[in-house]
């Protein structure tokens, strides 16, 4: 349907009001508007509200099929990816998935297994229309020497295609050996990547804090936390964060995920800790498909209660810029998942109300994270913009969020790309003992 020409006209196209800045239609309730869009080498040449009248001779009648920019997955961990068929997790508990992850780390993370299982993940992000991904690296001695030189050789591999960040993932007890913290900074700030903690309520968390934002202040960083993934109301991290960059004066930009904790607090103690969030200009991404596989999960075999995702509604009504992204896939943080986008969507659509009304949730998935990953002019449809782009069976959100959209096409500077998923069976090596 789309030629290879990388020259051609789409007309009758359904567009969001949300990632088209700059376009002058008449949106609909549900934020949707028709419009023609021409590409030219690569570009989006122009965008315009559909005119019936004017459509061009050789345009392609999209009949009113949504069309959305390429995906920003803002938050993943394809070196942990797909090995759940050698590491399941033991009973689905969040300690069970930290077990079984250190032990598989530690016994079969050398440079090749995690080179093949990045590269499958990215392929299947890739086909599903993901254009930048940030996944966080396992960095705990010594797989921080092996999972580096890993993330910069496949980041180079896959410019054009998928741009890839990295932020180093460890427990913020890792960082009182300060020693080897401040090397670990500087391979990070060698690799360009962001620096990232898991946040835990630790004694000195605070102390800890400052030296985390006095080496990514050193080395000019952003900085990336795992913060409060669990139900305990005494976690509150996201605070000790907030509080840390305002005393610290920090500039950078900083994403905190999970969170989810602060869905369980009291009100006033949940009104304190947004205030500090929105005034230190923190961004907030939520992992909804994640938290519902971890939270709440109950030894006994009882019901979940709770979903376990933060309050994404209230941060964006302060201003916060929120996000939701793919969090883990195939291992024993998330038994499923395949770094789909539009599935994250449908999923938070349901677990988090993205709906009624839709307003501006869409750019939780494309312009937010790409905002927080300063990748400027990704995440939106505008004129000048590289053609990017996805085209979808469905025309209304309900179409589009009731099937798996397996025969969406996927536009690359301007170019249909071949969306043939990895064949599972190729990890099958990887996998035994
Ligand atoms: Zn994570």
């Given at each position: 349907m789309i030629p290879t020409s990388g020259s051609f006209h789409l007309a009758n196209v359904r567009v969001h009001r949300s990632l088209t800045p700059g376009l002058t239609a008449t949106f609909d309730a549900d934020g949707f508007a028709l419009a023609d869009i021409t590409v030219a080498d690569g570009k989006i040449s122009g965008i315009a509200a559909h005119k019936k009248s004017k459509t061009l001779?050789?345009?392609?009648?999209?009949?009113?099929?949504?069309?959305?920019?390429?995906?920003?997955?803002?938050?993943?961990?394809?070196?942990?990816?797909h090995i759940w068929p050698r590491k399941p997790n033991p009973d689905g508990s969040f300690m069970g998935a930290l077990n079984a992850t250190g032990a598989d780390r530690a016994a079969r993370w050398s440079a090749e297994d995690v080179a093949r299982r990045m590269d499958f993940s990215l392929r299947s992000a890739y086909a599903h229309g993901t254009r930048a991904l940030r996944t966080h690296l396992d960095s705990v001695p010594p797989q921080e020497e092996i999972s580096w030189p890993v993330f910069e050789a496949m980041r180079e591999k896959w410019r054009g295609r998928i741009e890839l960040q990295a932020a180093c993932l460890l427990g913020i007890?890792?960082?009182r050996d300060k020693k080897w913290f401040e090397r670990l900074a500087k391979r990070v700030a060698a690799a360009k990547g962001v620096l990232g903690v898991v946040t835990y309520m630790v004694p000195d968390l605070e102390e800890l804090l400052d030296k985390v934002f006095a080496e990514a202040i050193k080395h000019?960083?952003?900085?990336?936390?795992?913060?409060?993934?669990?139900?305990?109301?005494?976690?509150?991290?996201?605070?000790?964060?907030?509080?840390?960059?305002?005393?610290?004066?920090?500039?950078?930009?900083?994403?905190?995920?999970?969170?989810?904790?602060l869905a369980r607090q009291p009100d006033l103690d949940v009104l304190d800790t947004l205030d500090k969030v929105a005034k230190a200009g923190l961004a907030v991404v939520s992992l909804p498909m994640c938290n519902l596989y971890l939270q709440d999960r109950r030894a006994d075999q009882t019901t979940p209660r709770w979903r376990g995702v933060t309050l994404l509604h209230e941060m964006k009504a302060r201003g916060i810029p929120v996000a939701v992204a793919s969090d883990n896939t195939r291992d024993p943080f998330y038994a499923y998942g395949d770094l789909d986008m539009l599935e994250v969507y449908r999923m938070a659509t349901r677990i988090l109300h993205f709906d009624h009304p839709v307003g501006d949730w869409p750019q939780a998935v494309a312009s937010t994270p790409a905002k927080v990953m300063r990748l400027d002019g990704v995440g939106t449809l505008a004129t000048g913009g590289s053609a990017d782009f996805i085209v979808f069976k469905g025309r209304s959100w309900t179409e589009l969020l009731s099937r798996p959209e397996s025969d969406r096409i996927v536009v690359r500077d301007g170019k249909a790309i071949d969306r043939q998923l990895p064949d599972y069976a190729e990890l099958d090596e990887l996998m035994v003992d």
């Open positions: 001779a050789d345009a392609i009648d999209l009949a009113g099929r949504i069309v959305l920019p390429c995906f920003v997955d803002c938050h993943t961990h394809i070196d942990k990816g007890e890792g960082v000019g960083l952003d900085l990336d936390f795992h913060a409060d993934e669990t139900d305990d109301v005494a976690a509150i991290s996201l605070k000790k964060i907030a509080e840390a960059a305002l005393w610290n004066g920090f500039e950078g930009n900083i994403l905190v995920g999970h969170c989810c904790s």
